[in-house]
Each structure stands twice: as C-alpha cells, then as structure tokens.
C-alpha cells in the first residue's frame, strides 16, 4: 500500500462529552461515548494522517497512535482543542459540548434543606468553541495558523430527517466551518450506540454525501470528504 490520502496531514479531533461541575460531586453532563470520535481517528491514521486527539469524557479508551490530550469542562476544551489545532491541516469538532454551564460551583456538596425548599440552578451559556475558533482565524488572516479546514457535527434530535438539509444548511452559514456532519440522536439512537447515519454538507455547495452503517464507516465517509477537499484546496 502507498502512502495514504493523509500522509503528511495532522488532523485534530475533539472525542467525547463535556462536564460542567455543579459541586464536587455532581455535575452537568450528555451522552456522548466518543465512539464517533474514536472511529474517525483510526480512520485518519489509517489514511496516514498525524492525529491530535482532544478527549473529554469518553466510555471507551483513545485509540492507540494518536497524540493525547485531555478536557472535563467546555472551557479545558476550548484551551486544548485551540492547542492541537495551531498548525493543524483540519480540525473535526466531534465533541458533544455542554451548552451551558451552571452559573456558579458550590465548593461543598450541595444538601438538602431543613425547609423542603426545591432547589433551583441557574445555567449560563458556554462559549460556542468551533465559532470562536473560526472567528479567531478570521480575525489573524493568511498569517494564522488555524486549520483551513474545519468540520462540525450537528446532533438533531427529532425532526432532522425533514428538515436535515435546510436546517444543516443554516447551521453550516452560522458556524462558519467548511463541512457539517449532521445526524440524528435521541434516547436510543447514535449516542453510545456502533450505528450511525449522518449527512456532510459542505460550505462551497458541493453535493451532500449521505453516510449510513457502522461509526467506523461513516468516519471512513467522513474521512474520505476531508481529504477531498483538502485535495482542492479548501478556501
Ligand atoms: O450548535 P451545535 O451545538 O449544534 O453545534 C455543534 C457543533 O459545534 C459540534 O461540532 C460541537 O463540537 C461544536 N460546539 C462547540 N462549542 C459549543 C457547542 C458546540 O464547539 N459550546
């Protein structure tokens, strides 16, 4: 076999769940397994590529071959994903980020009051670390170093199939990232699960490719769209 379609390429990718602490022992967390994530860097090392790979909380162990870093919080991810993308060919945000974080840690556990009194937790927004880091390549020009290529996934639950293209599509413009990777998870689907359909779109119209089977496959279909359009010279 020759050289792969990613010699030479370092690929970032973010993997796994955020975990926003509420106390030190509870906190605020989401479904994600990093499977998704995992199977993309094998797929990326496979087609040759030096992978960063950038774990929050994951059920299963990183991948053997890539270049380890960890994060628990939105904001350890953010530090972290800005890192390993510095010189990076393409970044893949595969991280499932918590939106929001709760407003303040309480630095004991939280008990229960004397008066019965049903606790209320204010949330705040977290940074969006993909659009940050797209504004922040804008913003330095030919002279940064931040990824030419960037690709983000959109978990839909529900009505993704109706809307997936338009919907995507809108979130694609918002985002700024040249591909959208765009599926549908719910109690029972995709998070945690070996099975995945997913739809990439890419930002300068080029067909949607329609990926369904395995996580491993659809990161071989992910894969195989990144060299693609690394092989024309994204942006
Ligand atoms: O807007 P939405 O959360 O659906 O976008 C998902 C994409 O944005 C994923 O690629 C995810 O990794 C990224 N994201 C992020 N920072 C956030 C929320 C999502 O980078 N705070």
Redesign the pocket.
């Known amino acids: 076999a020759g050289p792969g379609p990613l010699a030479g390429k370092v690929v970032a990718i973010?993997a796994g769940g955020t975990r926003e602490p509420l106390d030190p022992v509870r906190y605020l967390g989401n479904r994600s397994s990093g499977r998704q994530g995992i199977a993309l860097a094998k797929a990326a090392l496979v087609a040759g590529a030096t992978v960063r790979f950038i774990a929050a909380h994951m059920d299963l162990p990183a991948p053997e071959g890539v270049e380890l870093s960890t994060a628990s919080t939105?904001a350890q991810l953010?530090g972290a994903?800005t890192e390993a993308a510095r010189g990076a060919d393409v970044l893949i945000?595969?991280?499932?980020?918590?939106?929001f974080r709760p407003a303040e840690y309480v630095g004991s556990k939280i008990k229960k009051s004397d008066d019965h009194a049903d606790p209320v937790i204010t949330l705040v927004r977290?940074?969006?670390?993909?659009?940050m880091?797209i504004a922040q390549r804008a913003a330095e020009g030919v002279a940064g170093d931040l990824p030419p290529l960037v690709?983000?996934?959109?978990?839909?639950t529900g009505d993704a199939e109706a809307g997936v293209l338009e919907y995507g599509a809108a979130?694609l413009a918002?985002?700024g990232?040249e591909m959208l990777v765009v599926n549908e998870v719910g109690e029972n689907l995709t998070f945690g699960t070996d099975e995945n359909t997913v739809t990439i779109l890419f930002a300068d119209g080029a067909e949607p490719v329609h990926a369904s089977g395995s996580k491993d496959q659809v990161a071989s279909s992910v894969i195989e769209a990144v060299a693609g359009a690394l092989g024309e010279g994204t942006r």
């Open positions: 973010s939105a953010q994903v945000m595969s991280a499932a980020v918590a939106d977290n940074p969006d670390i993909l659009a880091l690709v983000g996934f959109a978990a839909e979130k918002r985002k990232c």
